[in-house]
């Protein structure tokens, strides 16, 4: 979910000079087809995702150690409203009741992710576990299973042990691979019998970017154009080393699946018959989703990274490329090192070339030399770099199928916000949003590939990031002003276990009736939370106070300007 921070004004930079060619993938292929009704394979998997610290709260409680995101949230100015996720949707006290929700939905899968801090405080096997983190989980998952629910654990979605920040600097520090791996074989040794799906990284193009160059994320550091680069190397080597470990010691006894959850935009080029369009492109997704998936599965970073990042640094003055290098033997080690690919996706950007000079300084978007673009007339609902973009999707999954061998792929995240002063259920957006991105899955899989299953991003309205409590991308309303955090079904749970029930679209007229008989369903959650005092109070808000002031607001600038007019004339 979530996040993205430096994209919100999509104006990035750019030029081109020599990409290699990208699989077959045609770029001019035209895919922006009419919805199509049919249904999804056999035994295909419906879920909803969650993570740690954006859920759980207890952020001190039973013997957990701190984050780098319960330091960095305490940090005034850093969350917007200086919120944090210290208690967010209490998920740690209302596991039962949450995994009760998603029973009734009928999901397949619950994908969630463990808090390395919770399990092992200091952030090392070697000095102490925490069984009552151990226990949370353990009970967490059982309950899953219970319910018939496959349980897909992430083992780092952002919340490294701050112990491990301050002593050793983080994931600057090549240390953190051994210290992670000690972590995930912990991990694999309690609760490998029962979990098979095991994801290692939820979007380390964040964790590198955001967390170390930009500085909006934890750590918050902003090592321009170095910071990123180093991480991602490392979180690379890391995920390999995990791959190894359970493949040498417990794949035989446990049968389970290794993977990494990778989030992408797709990039459409604005001119399709400009080769430079094209290229420049080619070269957002490879500085994106290229960046880790192509050395995991062929060995080593794109070539275009490697040239351009190469390039910019020479013309820097610099004696070595600022982007690390795997040595003959580490690539041998970390290709192929990809049971399956998780896959999170939310938007799209067109993309066009355009020159970025050295001299502007050192900067991940300032090595890809190419300018973001949106039209204005893609619906925006939430959050204000996502854009609703269905054939994006389409595009993205039929890249991946053709650059990267047709792999086993689980979309991992998908969804859209709404901005927090929205208290009606009847999510129309989100449901169409829903119904036109799994619609352009199903005609990718129609293409050929390889998607075994879905996880809506996400369950619960939860913290999201940076942006603290003003973006919800939940299909239930958390009620965070309540001390109980009541859940409330948003029209979107209908709607979505309409799809899963169906697996998928059978036919128009039953599809064109579930939005109605959703919107119905939700009418009586919006009495209910309607009745709470408080948010009865947020809709004046939202339905009086809000236009007035900006109809005043447009008055007083009305005023303003006819002001300076006069004063020119």
Known sequence: MLRRGILKLVHLLALVVCVSAVGDFDWTRNEKTSFYYGTFPTGFLWGVGSSAYQTEGAWNKDGKGMSIWDVFAHKKGKISSNETGDSSCDGYYKFKDDISLMKEMKLNHYRFSISWPRILPSGLKSEHINEKGIKYYNDLIDLLLDNTITPVVTLYHWDLPQVL?????????????????????LCFERFGNRVKHWITFNNPWSISVEGHETGEHAPGLKLRGTGAYKAAHHIIKAHAKVWHTYDMKWRSKQKGLIGISLTADWGEPVDMSNQRDIEAAERYIHFYLGWFATPLFHGDYPQVMKEYVGRKSGQQGLGASRL?????????????????????HYTTRYVTEKN???GFGDSYFADRDLAELVDPQWPDPGSEWLYSVPWGFRRL?????????NPMIYVTENGVSEKMLCTDLCDDWRMQYFREYINEMLKAIKDGVNVKGYTAWSLLDSFEWDEGFSERF?????????KDKPRYPKASVQFYKRIISSNGFPNQREVESWKRKAVETCSSSNQLLAADPLIGHMEMVTEIV??????????????????????RL
Not at 165 to 185: H, I, P, R, T
Not at 397 to 405: D, E, I, M, R, T
Not at 474 to 482: A, E, K, Q, W
Not at 550 to 557: A, D, F, Q, V
């Open 165 to 185: 920040q301050e002593k050793y600097g983080g994931w600057q520090n090549e240390s953190m691979v051994s210290y992670f791996n000690d972590f995930a074989d």
């Open 324 to 344: 690390p290098v795997f040595s003959p033997q580490e690539k041998s080690y970390i290709r192929g090192t990809v049971d399956f690919l998780g896959l999170g």
């Open 397 to 405: 999954l039929n890249f991946v199928k053709s650059q990267y061998g």
């Open 356 to 358: 970025y000079p050295s």
């Open 474 to 482: 939940g299909l239930y309303f958390v009620d965070f002003t309540n």
């Open 546 to 567: 809000v236009p007035t002031v900006c109809t005043l607001c447009i008055l007083l600038s009305a005023v303003f300007f006819m002001f300076l007019l006069r004063r």
